[in-house]
């Protein structure tokens, strides 16, 4: 795989998941990467949102199927 294979927004979830799990502060993180700080913090804060989205519990029926908005009004 080249990097320029890699989705921005797969980019940006791995941006986030390497500040999670190793760093203590945007600003050796963005020393590290070579951008400023705000930068960086803008960075995590979208793929954080990536990551939520990604990882949202989702709800299963007593049956087995997956539950919708429309079905969950319903139940």
Do not use: C, F
């Not at 986030?16 to 963005?30: E, F, Q």
């Amino acid at each position: 795989m080249n990097v320029d294979d890699i989705k921005p927004i797969d980019a940006m979830h791995a941006i986030y998941l390497d500040w999670v799990n190793n760093y203590l502060s945007t600003d050796k993180m963005a020393a590290d990467y070579g951008l400023n700080v705000d930068t960086i913090g803008d960075l995590i804060d979208r793929g954080r949102m990536i990551h939520e989205n990604r990882n949202k519990p989702k709800r299963v029926r007593l049956d087995g199927g997956v539950m919708t908005s429309r079905s969950a009004m319903y139940q």
